[in-house]
């Protein structure tokens, strides 16, 4: 496995045989193909983060559902922020992977 990207809360993995991602989310890790890594940054894209700060988001919470609602994950507004610098990271590492071969 090799590490794509690391932020404070999660880590991104890349099989070296195989088309798959883990993402470890220090409580659970999960295996994600391509396809369901494209899903889910659509998913965190669509995170409305100011919600957070204003006020809308009274409890600072946010439920993501993956895969299927094979996975459920909470996260508070600290998470969701990491979270969104940790997908952006990961896609920059995938793109610059894919530019040294």
Do not use: P, W
Request: proline share 0%; glycine share 4%.
């Amino acid at each position: 496995m090799t590490v794509l990207f690391e932020s404070q809360f999660f880590t991104s993995y890349q099989a070296e045989k195989g088309r798959y991602f883990i993402f470890d989310f220090n409580h659970k890790m999960i295996k994600l193909s391509f396809c369901q890594l494209l899903a889910f940054r659509q998913k965190v894209k669509e995170i409305d983060l100011e919600k957070h700060f204003t006020g809308e988001n009274e409890h600072g919470m946010e439920i993501l559902l993956l895969c299927n609602r094979e996975h459920m994950f909470i996260f508070n507004t600290l998470e969701v922020i990491d979270l969104k610098q940790f997908v952006k990271g990961t896609f920059a590492m995938l793109e610059l992977n894919s530019l040294v071969y």
